[in-house]
């Protein structure tokens, strides 16, 4: 039995599936008035849940780069040989994290939130180590996924 284009989607790349069901749920049920007294369902409630379903999973790669930052700045500007390796393997764990979670349509929007992100793990350096880093990102998003 072959797999639609939905299967596909949903399977592939589950954050832009969310956000396409989302979309075609709040269009069908506007143009379908009438399901809005169908009192069973809660639509407006259910749509939100699919788009927080693909949010959840958008926030858990943001968390993963922005971690996996934070371990690489450590490595190239924190003078602590002898946490290295176990950077280096908490880093490779947050690599195999993101891997499992991202999907292809998340990139563009990571790539335009990669300095925030940024920021935000360099605030947490600067924070535990007190040392200067750069202002700008050093690392692609290309080098930070699997």
């Given amino acids: 039995m072959g797999e639609t284009a939905i299967d596909l ?8 599936w969310t956000i396409e069901q989302a979309q075609a749920l709040r269009e069908f049920v506007n143009t379908h008035q009438e399901l809005k007294h169908f009192g069973i369902l809660d639509w407006e409630n259910i749509i939100e849940e699919i788009e927080a379903l693909g949010r959840s999973e958008y ?16 490595i190239d500007y924190v003078p602590l040989e002898e946490c290295y390796r176990k950077w280096q393997v908490e880093i490779q764990a947050f690599r195999i994290g993101i891997k499992r979670k991202i999907a292809p349509s998340m ?6 939130e990669l300095e925030e992100i940024y920021q935000d793990a360099l605030s947490l350096v600067v924070l535990e180590y007190g040392v200067k880093l750069p202002d700008q990102c050093p690392y692609s998003l290309q080098q930070l996924l699997p």
Avoid: G
């Fill in 9 to 16: 989607s949903y399977e592939k790349d589950y954050y832009q």
């Fill in 59 to 74: 926030n858990a790669v943001v968390s993963l780069i922005m971690r996996q930052i934070e371990h690489r700045l450590k």
């Fill in 107 to 112: 990139k563009p929007k990571l790539e335009a």
